[in-house]
């Protein structure tokens, strides 16, 4: 019965899918903050006798910070970053012809040693890439621009998003117990620790690419700026919004900066800003990953590069920001119920990969574990 309701609820899901990005970005910013606003309502004297006053004052001041920090940014930097992603938009098809056209005058062997034919398709293959790079940025622009015109479902969709993810702050503890309670009671043990575990890998790894997403772009622009880059501002939300899809994000990141300083500035500036996204990016992954990531996803990059090209031919943008955690989650929970079928006597958890001793399905159940 419970798995006919998931599946009915799965295919009305499928069917609306076309509402469901407003409610993504509310999830997202749920797994980002609960932390916090489980830290916050702690931290209130009331806590114990009066929890969900607690959690609700933590979400309402979590809002207001959030919202705050929103304003202040958005009147500081949104009419310089508004007025540069319009232009970045309108000009990338003419920066990447000039730079081509810049990369080639600059390299005598490409004249010298590909022949004229071969030379002929590979500039009329990168026109045709930077005039779709060009309507797609321009599709982008032009979407965001008129945001405020668009259909009345879905302004209402992003009205209403705000709402739920209030609630699902506050009440996220008892609709995971309400979600458990569905389960026959001798398995219930098992559930709560396949959803904590969920709870932890999707916490962990969205935190994780939120916080490198903003890092890098702050570092990109404020880099791009000192190195006298056109539209720094823009190419740097560009690099954040390109980090979050896993392995080949960076590199997408950085190829519309690369253009545009090759187009603006021929010469050595290029290789300059070539070595600073270099560097950044090695600083970033050798320093900072491990340690705001950890070991939750724990997939090797070969597995990456094939899930997120799967994952984004099958569901777009969100298949390439959603694939890499719902791998791990799938495999986590393949390897508990694996062991648990079984009589493996050892187990090595996916929380922090430490060997924990694991009774076989017929026995005490393990204990609660909990997740972000």
């Known amino acids: 019965m419970v798995a006919g309701a998931l599946l009915i609820v799965a295919w009305m899901l499928y069917a609306a899918r076309g509402a469901l990005p407003p409610f993504f970005l509310g999830a997202i910013f749920v797994i980002a903050f609960a932390p916090a606003v489980d830290r916050v309502a702690n931290g209130f004297p ?9 959690l609700s004052c933590s979400v309402a001041l979590l809002y207001l910070t959030f919202i705050s920090v929103v304003l202040a940014m958005a009147a500081t930097w949104g009419p310089e970053v508004f007025n540069e992603g319009k232009s970045f938009a309108n000009d990338l098809p003419t920066l990447a012809t000039r730079a081509q056209h810049e990369v080639q005058d600059s390299n005598g062997w490409y004249q010298q040693n590909i022949p004229p034919e071969v030379r002929d398709q590979l500039e009329k293959n990168v026109d045709k890439l930077a005039g779709k790079a060009g309507d797609y940025a321009q599709q982008v622009a032009s979407r965001t621009i008129n945001f405020a015109t668009a259909g009345l479902t879905t302004v209402i969709s992003y009205i209403v998003v705000p709402f739920w993810a209030f609630f699902i702050l506050k009440d996220r503890e008892k609709g995971t117990r309400a979600f458990i ?20 890998v999707f916490g962990s790894y969205v935190r994780a690419q939120l916080l490198l997403s903003v890092l890098t772009a702050f570092v990109t622009a404020i880099g791009l700026r ?12 560009v690099a954040g919004v390109a980090n979050l899809i896993p392995v080949i994000g960076p590199m997408l990141g950085a ?23 270099f560097v950044a990016q090695e600083l970033k992954d050798f320093i900072i990953v491990p340690r705001v990531q950890g070991r939750a996803v724990r997939l090797h ?14 569901a777009g943008f969100w298949g390439l920001l959603l694939a890499v955690p719902v791998a791990a989650v799938v495999r986590d929970s393949y390897v508990y119920v694996y062991h648990r079928l079984g009589d493996q006597p050892v187990l090595v958890l996916p929380e922090h990969g430490e060997p ?16 972000g």
């Open 226 to 237: 000192w190195f006298g880059v056109r539209f720094s501002l823009a190419l740097g939300i």
């Open 301 to 314: 990059p070969a597995i990456i590069l094939v899930l997120i090209v799967v994952a984004g031919r099958l």
């Open 46 to 54: 009331f806590r114990e006798r009066h929890p969900d006053l607690a």
């Open 356 to 371: 924990r001793p694991l009774a076989p399905l017929d026995r005490e159940p393990p204990a609660r574990v909990s997740g």
């Open 255 to 277: 190829a519309p900066a690369l253009i545009v300083v090759t187009a603006t500035h021929p010469g050595l500036r290029v290789l300059w800003v070539f070595l600073f996204l």
């Open 181 to 200: 309670a569905l389960f026959p009671e001798s398995v219930q043990p098992d559930v709560q620790y396949l959803v904590a575990n969920a709870r932890a």
